[in-house]
């Protein structure tokens, strides 16, 4: 019996011959084979990490977004609604009189200043009179020399007069000439005459001594009103020019206890402004006190500065205690529309939507009441709104509800988490 060799015997004639590859050929081929195999291992690698990372990232989120929501809410209310708009004003009395010169000189007496009382008639300055002194003086001179005039023509008439009688007489008995009664009568015209231009020249000079009198009165400054004086603007010794422009001396409130704000409101919001509507406004020398007053005129007149475009919005108040100063700036609000007792709920809660809840497309507007710790939408119907409440006409609200205005994520111990991002 004859042995058979195995696979593993090189003297079988089927036996598995391992032939060597050559040096050269080896040394090319493995590492090539081993390049490749080390980039596969890499890719697969990375691929496994990226799977890893991202199963390890979305059981974070989980976890941190399993911990809870937080609602900021706010009640339901009932209040007073005001819709306002702001301006920006300065305070001044209701009339302020300017007192100024019509003379020129200078100034001789001043018995005014700052915060003096006032009353009508009351002498405030006086500009030296003398130049005006000569000038009446003169007028009267001149008015005397035309009266003396008159009489002496009116002599002249009486005996024109009675020459022209006489004449008249002789001339019908034929005593006298024709040519003699004529240049009689032509006499008494001209004395006729000479009384009528007597007359216009008397009142000519008394023109003339009127307007030196009223010049010479002028040179005393007085007041026209009863008032208080807020501005004095010459000195003892300082001489006024009245030529183009009359100067100003003193600026006479009428009345401190009346004050009115002109506001410059702009021309966007002059639309809702209307006779009668309350405002309030704030002075910084009194910033905890609010001023009430009521719009008493919206002037038609527009002012432009730098292309905008701005209307004069005088607002009256009571200023019985003078603690308002004429030049005060005036933060000025004024009431354009208000409801009192009104269903009213934040504004925040109109804009609040729950995250991951798809928008609402619809033009009514909605709120979101926590109701057993699940926020719920109610659609409202909303009225007037101010800068902080938006009155409720409609809807399935009711006093004390709580409505939603924010939110926040929180962890299990009470830190804030990130939100779970959306895919």
């Given at each position: 019996?004859n ?14 011959q391992?032939v060597?590859?050559p040096?050269t050929?080896r ?5 090539a ?9 890499w890719a ?11 199963g390890?990232?979305s ?6 977004s ?12 009932i209040g ?5 708009i ?7 009395p209701e009339?302020?009189?300017i007192?100024?010169?019509y003379v020129?000189?200078?100034i001789q007496?001043?018995s005014?200043?700052?915060n003096?009382q006032?009353k009508r008639?009351?002498s ?9 002194q000569?000038?009446?003086d003169?007028?009267k001179?001149?008015?005397a020399?035309?009266?003396?005039q ?11 007069k009675?020459?022209l009688e006489?004449?008249?007489?002789l ?19 001209q ?6 231009f ?7 000079r008394?023109?003339?001594l ?7 009165d ?6 026209p009103?009863d ?20 100067p ?5 409130a009428?009345?401190?206890t009346?004050?009115?704000?002109d506001?410059?409101?702009s021309e966007?919001?002059?639309g809702?402004?209307r006779?009668?509507?309350?405002a309030?406004f704030t ?7 609010a001023?009430e ?14 292309n ?8 009256s ?10 030049g005060?700036?005036a ?6 529309d208000?409801?009192?007792?009104v ?11 729950p995250?991951?809840t798809?928008?609402?497309e619809?033009?009514?507007p909605r709120?979101w009441v ?6 719920a ?5 909303g009225g007037?709104?101010d800068?902080e409440f938006?009155?409720?006409?409609q809807?399935?609200?009711k006093?004390d ?10 962890s299990?111990?009470g830190?804030?988490?990130v939100p779970?991002?959306?895919?």
């Amino acid at each position: 019996m004859n042995k058979q060799s195995g696979p593993g015997e090189s003297g079988g004639k089927d036996a598995l011959q391992i032939v060597p590859f050559p040096a050269t050929e080896r040394g090319v081929r493995e590492p090539a084979a081993q390049k490749r195999g080390t980039a596969r291992y890499w890719a697969i690698g990375v691929a496994v990490a990226l799977l890893l990372a991202v199963g390890t990232i979305s059981v974070w989120w989980s976890v941190g977004s399993g911990s809870g929501i937080r609602y900021a809410t706010a009640p339901v209310t009932i209040g007073p609604i005001a819709r306002s708009i702001s301006a920006t004003g300065t305070v001044n009395p209701e009339l302020t009189i300017i007192v100024g010169t019509y003379v020129s000189g200078v100034i001789q007496e001043l018995s005014c200043d700052y915060n003096t009382q006032v009353k009508r008639g009351q002498s405030c300055a006086k500009i030296d009179p003398r130049p005006y002194q000569s000038m009446v003086d003169q007028g009267k001179a001149n008015l005397a020399v035309a009266k003396a005039q008159l009489e002496k023509d009116k002599a002249s008439l009486v005996y024109a007069k009675l020459s022209l009688e006489r004449h008249a007489t002789l001339v019908q008995t034929n005593a006298v000439s024709r040519d003699a009664y004529d240049n009689a009568k032509s006499v008494y015209d001209q004395a006729q005459a000479q009384i009528i231009f007597d007359e216009a020249t008397i009142q000519q000079r008394q023109a003339v001594l009127d307007a030196a009198q009223v010049n010479l009165d002028y040179t005393n400054i007085i007041s026209p009103v009863d008032g208080t004086v807020v501005s004095r603007n010459v000195t003892m010794g300082q001489t006024v020019a009245a030529s183009f422009q009359t100067p100003t001396l003193f600026l006479i409130a009428t009345d401190l206890t009346k004050m009115q704000v002109d506001a410059n409101v702009s021309e966007s919001d002059i639309g809702g402004i209307r006779n009668g509507n309350k405002a309030t406004f704030t002075v910084d020398a009194y910033s905890r006190r609010a001023f009430e007053g009521r719009v008493t005129q919206v002037r038609q007149s527009p002012q432009t500065v730098q292309n905008v475009v701005t209307y004069d919005v005088v607002v009256s108040v009571d200023n019985s205690d003078l603690a308002l100063k004429p030049g005060l700036t005036a933060a000025t609000r004024i009431i354009v529309d208000q409801r009192s007792a009104v269903l009213r709920v934040p504004n925040q809660a109109l804009r609040y939507v729950p995250t991951g809840t798809v928008p609402h497309e619809t033009k009514q507007p909605r709120v979101w009441v926590l109701r057993d710790g699940t926020p719920a939408p109610v659609q409202v119907t909303g009225g007037l709104d101010d800068d902080e409440f938006t009155e409720i006409v409609q809807g399935d609200l009711k006093v004390d509800d709580k409505v939603i205005i924010a939110e926040q994520q929180t962890s299990v111990n009470g830190r804030s988490a990130v939100p779970r991002p959306r895919l």
